[in-house]
């Protein structure tokens, strides 16, 4: 756990990818602790905020990690489509290709 309690900033990607079993939702709870109020985290989600409880399978327990994380953030939401697919659909309109 030091090892990510250390750095100033702790990058954290694809949250929500795929759901949390119950060990990996408190070590996440306990690492976004750790840090509350002392290192600074940046997350990216495909889930909305509202989703969470579902992520961590615990209500409680979502609630806790969202009120530490929520408490000093600036939330981004991206909306549209997924930025790594923009080039093979600009790739695929310009050879004339249909995928309907």
């Not at 060990?23 to 940046?42: P, T």
């Not at 609630?63 to 549209?80: E, P, Q």
Request: hydrophobic share 40%; with cysteine.
């Amino acid at each position: 756990m030091r090892v990510y309690i250390k750095p100033r900033l702790l990058i954290v990607d694809e949250v929500g990818y795929l759901p949390l079993d119950p060990l990996a939702a408190n070590l996440f709870f306990q690492l976004v602790s750790a840090r509350y109020e002392k290192g600074s985290m940046i997350l990216t989600s495909n889930k909305s905020i509202g989703e969470w409880d579902e992520l961590m399978g615990d209500p409680i327990l979502a609630t806790a990690v969202l009120d530490r994380l929520l408490h000093h953030c600036h939330v981004i939401n991206i909306r549209g489509n997924s930025y790594r697919l923009k080039d093979e659909l600009m790739g695929q309109i310009n050879s004339g290709v249909d995928n309907n």
